[in-house]
């Protein structure tokens, strides 16, 4: 590496929660890193199995700068940002307890940080990713960011992962880490305040693998999410009023909101899908004619299903 990647120092935050089955797996990818971390932060938040018992055997034996530090039970958001509070270095990243990275995850990363802070204003650094549930595995390849992508985050979170990011400690701070009363999108929308203002990258190679469940689909558990979901938009629009026509907070809006009617359709909630698209007539008239119609005949469908309670 050269000698301006050697200096800058790196934080690794690892929010954990009852994760004894898979946090050793994601310290054991920390240290195979070809370049170390300068310091790892677990935050332990509030678990109740023996997760903090295996860190510390762990730490015993470990050549990482690892700090452990417990907290009560209080969500990933807040366990980063206590992570984040207690960085001092330059750059920070995420890795979740029951992910792994690559072993050259930091390495390349560092070197697109670098070579790209030369000529742009760089806030985040993301790389591709490959998600694993049980057998089967998705590559997320796209899109590829380089520059500009604010308004790319009207239409979808275009990060592909809080494990997969790295981000200057200051910029972090600037915006006050992740917004702790939202309990869904609270990334794309730290993501997304990140891009207003700053340039984001991609490193095109696959360097994080995520593992993951259903608990946190939408499409397995609409109904928990949807509220929050509302709350997102709500903030979204509002941090960025000055910056969005009317017409794409509408287009925000709708597209936000039809997403968990999808969903309700998809699990026959028929209720909720009625109950959603309501909440669409209420943005705009427009949503009558959203995704050419499909909006309005899901709910007609779900209305008459809902009625006859099939």
Wanted: one cysteine or more; hydrophobic letters at 35%.
């Amino acid at each position: 590496m050269k000698n301006n990647e050697n200096k800058l120092t790196v934080a690794v935050v690892i929010p954990m929660y009852n994760s004894n089955n898979t946090i050793q797996r994601a310290l054991s990818s920390l240290e195979k890193q070809t370049v170390k971390p300068t310091k790892v932060i677990i935050v332990d938040d509030g678990s109740i199995d023996e997760s903090v018992k295996t860190v510390n055997v762990y730490i015993s034996s470990s050549c990482l700068n690892i700090h452990l530090v417990s907290q009560k039970n209080a969500g990933p958001s807040a366990a980063r940002n206590k992570g984040i509070s207690l960085s001092s270095e330059k750059l920070v990243c995420f890795l979740d307890a029951d992910d792994e990275w690559n072993e050259n995850k930091l390495e390349e990363q560092l070197a697109t940080y670098v070579e790209k802070s030369k000529s742009h204003d760089v806030g985040l650094v993301e790389t591709f990713t490959i998600d694993s549930c049980e057998d089967k595995k998705i590559k997320r390849d796209t899109p590829l960011l380089a520059g500009k992508h604010f308004k790319d985050f009207l239409y979808a979170n275009v990060i592909k992962g809080t494990a997969s990011v790295m981000i200057p400690l200051e910029i972090l701070n600037e915006f006050g880490g992740f917004d702790e009363s939202l309990h869904y999108a609270e990334d794309r929308l730290l993501w997304s305040q990140i891009a207003k203002k700053y340039d984001v990258f991609t490193v095109q190679k696959y360097l994080v693998t995520r593992h993951f469940g259903t608990e946190g689909n939408i499409t397995s558990n609409p109904e928990k999410y949807y509220v929050y979901k509302k709350e997102f938009i709500t903030k979204f629009i509002n941090l960025n009023s000055d910056t969005l026509t009317e017409q794409e907070k509408v287009s925000f809006s709708l597209s936000n909101i039809y997403e968990f009617l999808t969903a309700f359709y998809t699990n026959k909630s028929y209720k909720w899908v009625v109950l959603c698209y309501r909440d669409m007539l209420s943005v705009s008239l427009t949503a009558v004619y959203y995704n050419r119609g499909y909006a309005s005949l899901k709910a007609l469908i779900s209305l008459v299903k809902s009625l006859l309670k099939v």
